[in-house]
């Protein structure tokens, strides 16, 4: 049980207690499924209340049990074996109670939780009731006798009724703890039961989405690219806005705008004849008449995928929900390379393009090719390639070399079987990685992708994968860590071929020769028109 409970038990059971009410108290106390010394002893106090003699006895047994050198706990039970004629128990328990006191003549159980104390005269007041029960009044009055010598002070004329009750050989009433005085809690520990708001309630000081009035505490959640439109005042169909000429800044507080690009209108034009607009996550002012009112499909088709250029959507209320993991059984499953050398990862490779100051490099047969004095059986120019791997590397190969030899000393060069590796390239104004077309159709040569003597290329190890087909491409806009061993892990920019949509939000990926599903928001077709029936 844990403490808390039984500390908070204990409360409701002794303030029933204080308001008399003892089966409300012995409720309480049943509530608890492991007692201590202290809350028993209440049980027999509760009991006692309510004139169960009995019950009161069993209780105090257990407390005893308990605490076995509970002198208070001695000191109640011998009067109620007294009150139940179990004399010679009773006369057992003084004599334990006496022992208990380790010779002080007072125990004050104050910081036990009992405001009650036990003198030494009035345990050996009991034990006198007892021999008066008994019928051994001198044995009873030599008791009394010897408490009147004892120092201490709480007796007041006690004894010496007593005395007089004892030569009249009248029975002395047995001495109890007064009715509701019970152990209670550490009021420290009662308060330590109410919870308290240490933190408080959030409020928001600062927010990218305009008009956020959120207040309280919740995970990070992922945004969906798209454009977000704040909250504005009228009835108004769209505030999306084109440029429709070029603006360049004049002046503090204007944004600089091309043309043809759509901002929203987030102010009222002011005297001036400017306008407040939002345009890339920005907010300033542009001429008003330079605006024209521009429509907004709100469609949830995937092909008009784009890349963000204003303000994010706002999260959702919860992230998409995962489709179940059951791929087509004729398709091969997850397979990783075997090789010592892990996975490709060109993340860095897709960001690094090759300077375009950077002159084109040529051998020593390729200088001299270019001296015109040389002679037609010279050998032929050659090219640089540089191959982007896990680490770059750069070899000197002749214009006229077949893909497929290159291939092979690409492996050479990299130490990798050449039926494992898969050469790619980009195209101008393209971050999509395409095979080489001599891959695919044989016949194909360097000349047909050097450029001024140079040309750059993409390498990755996978095994080869049969029956499987790419759809399309599409650019990784963020990294993506795998959640499950069904997941697609990759990184920004990285290209992904599509073999499979699963369902609305996830997709059948292949990347850096793995194969699993990823949330389709995590990409973006960069052209809707780029597709490939050619086999892994």
């Known amino acids: 049980m844990l403490y808390t409970d039984l500390l908070r038990l204990w409360d409701e059971e002794v303030q029933a207690m204080d308001a008399k009410d003892w089966l409300g108290a012995l ?32 209780a105090l047994d257990m407390t005893i049990a308990k605490d076995e050198r509970l002198a208070v706990g001695f000191f109640q039970r011998s009067a109620v074996m007294m009150q139940v004629d179990r004399l010679e128990e009773a006369l057992s328990d003084c004599i334990w109670a006496q022992k208990h006191m380790r010779g002080n003549t007072v125990i004050d159980y104050k910081q036990l939780g009992l405001r009650f104390k036990l003198y030494s005269w009035q345990v050996l007041y009991n034990a006198a009731a ?16 010897s408490v009147s010598q004892e120092r201490g002070g709480g007796r007041g004329g006690n004894i010496e009724v007593a005395l007089d009750s004892i030569t009249n050989q009248e029975v002395l009433a047995p001495l109890l703890v007064p009715e509701g005085v019970v152990f209670r809690p550490r009021k420290q520990d009662v308060e330590q039961l109410k919870q308290r708001d240490f933190l408080g309630k959030a409020k928001v000081i600062s927010s990218i989405i305009p008009n956020d009035d959120f207040g309280g505490f919740e995970p990070l959640r992922m945004q969906k ?61 542009v001429p008003m008449s330079l605006l024209e009112p521009a429509e907004v499909k709100t469609t949830k088709s995937k092909k008009e995928k784009r890349v ?11 992230p998409p929900t995962r489709p179940k993991a059951q791929f087509n059984t004729s398709a091969p499953p997850r397979v990783r ?21 950077e002159p084109p490099k040529y051998t020593a047969n390729a200088a001299s090719d270019q001296n015109p004095s040389s002679s ?16 770059t590397v750069a070899l000197s190969v002749p214009l006229d070399t077949p893909y497929h030899e290159l291939k092979e000393q690409i492996a050479q060069k990299l130490g990798q079987p050449a039926s494992h590796l898969r050469l790619r390239q980009k195209q101008h104004g393209s971050r999509v990685l395409v095979p080489l077309c001599g891959e695919v159709e044989p016949g194909g040569t360097m000349q047909e992708v050097a450029e001024a003597g140079r040309a750059t290329l993409w390498c990755q190890t996978e095994d080869p994968l049969a029956n499987r087909t790419i ?17 697609l892990e990759f990184s920004e920019g990285e290209t992904i071929d599509i073999l ?29 028109d780029i597709s490939e029936t050619s086999q892994l």
């Not at 509530?31 to 006692?48: C, D, M, Q, V």
């Not at 963000?308 to 919860?318: D, M, T, V, Y």
């Not at 369902?503 to 990409?523: K, Q, R």
Request: a negative charge.
């Open 27 to 58: 409720a309480k106390l049943e509530e608890i499924s492991e007692h201590t010394s202290r809350t028993l002893f209440n049980t027999a106090a509760a009991h006692l209340c309510l004139g169960q003699l009995d019950l009161a006895l069993k």
């Open 308 to 318: 963000p250029n204003g303000i994010p959507l706002p999260p959702e209320l919860k």
């Open 376 to 391: 037609q059986g010279a050998e032929e120019e050659s090219v640089v390639v540089k191959v982007h791997y896990t680490y």
């Open 500 to 528: 499979g949509e699963v369902n609305e939000e996830w997709l059948e990926g292949h990347c850096a020769g793995n194969i699993g599903i990823f949330p389709s928001c995590f990409a973006y077709r960069e052209n809707a």
């Open 471 to 487: 759809l399309y491409q599409m650019v990784a806009l963020y990294d993506y860590a795998a959640q499950g061993p069904e997941d």
């Open 130 to 145: 007892v021999y008066c029960r008994m019928g051994q009044w001198e044995q009873a009055r030599k008791v009394l006798l």
């Open 225 to 285: 690219p798209g454009f977000y439109e704040p909250k504005v005042d009228g009835a108004q169909d769209s505030r999306y806005m084109r440029m429709q000429v070029p603006f360049m800044a004049r002046g503090p507080g204007q944004l600089t705008v091309p043309g043809g690009a759509m901002l929203f209108l987030f102010g009222e034009e002011d005297r001036d004849g400017m306008a407040t607009v939002i345009y890339d996550g920005q907010r300033g002012l």
């Open 337 to 357: 390379s075997i090789s010592d050398t892990p996975p490709p990862s060109y993340t860095t490779a897709t960001h690094a393009p090759l300077p375009a100051s």
